[in-house]
């Protein structure tokens, strides 16, 4: 992923897909990933797919993935939660040096994708940057692994 259009585009995806599918966005995004639907389709594809509205890439990509996995539709998109999300992953490529791909899986594996999911603890009325800070402090090992 080269630009931060690519990173908001991807992410929106990610949530309208979560509750497209039933799904959390992190499994919406280990989907989209095993899938191959991120870097075989919706990168390459990005000038064409960022044109097209919800509901079109809502049945494009279910199509695409449920040739690899199976999902379910049930549509509710969380806005707030999407941009905390989106921010969260730009600071943490720009604090620690890595592209948007890596910071997204990194953010996507951890424990604070799945607490903002929840919406535990009211952590997602946090800081971005202090959730990213939180993140890089208290879950090391995503970043180790990344750098395998």
Same mark, same amino acid.
């Given at each position: 992923?080269? $630009?931060?259009? #690519? *990173? ?7 949530? %309208? ?12 995004? &280990? /989907?989209?990933? !095993? &899938?191959?639907? *991120?870097? @075989?389709?919706?990168?390459?594809? +990005?000038?064409?797919?960022? &044109? ?7 049945? @494009? ?6 040739? !690899? ?8 998109? =969380? $806005? ?10 730009? +600071?943490?490529? #720009? /604090? !620690?040096?890595?592209?948007?791909? #890596?910071?997204?899986? %990194?953010? +996507?594996? &951890? ?5 903002? =999911?929840?919406?535990?603890?009211? %952590?997602?009325?946090? =800081?971005?940057? +202090?959730?990213?800070?939180? *993140? ?13």
């Amino acid at each position: 992923m080269s $630009t931060r259009k #690519e *990173l908001t585009f991807v992410v929106f995806l990610i949530h %309208i897909l979560a509750a497209a599918w039933g799904k959390s966005p992190s499994e919406a995004y &280990s /989907i989209c990933k !095993r &899938s191959g639907a *991120l870097h @075989d389709y919706l990168i390459p594809h +990005y000038e064409v797919l960022h &044109s097209l509205g919800a509901n079109v890439l809502i049945e @494009d990509l279910t199509e695409y993935v449920r040739e !690899r996995d199976e999902v379910k539709f049930n549509v509710k998109i =969380d $806005t707030y939660k999407e941009r905390l999300e989106e921010r969260i992953i730009a +600071y943490l490529a #720009e /604090i !620690r040096c890595v592209t948007p791909d #890596e910071a997204m899986d %990194i953010y +996507y594996r &951890s424990r604070l994708s799945r607490q903002i =999911d929840q919406g535990l603890f009211g %952590i997602e009325n946090m =800081d971005y940057k +202090y959730l990213a800070n939180d *993140l890089v402090e208290n879950e090391p090992n995503l970043f180790a692994e990344s750098a395998d």
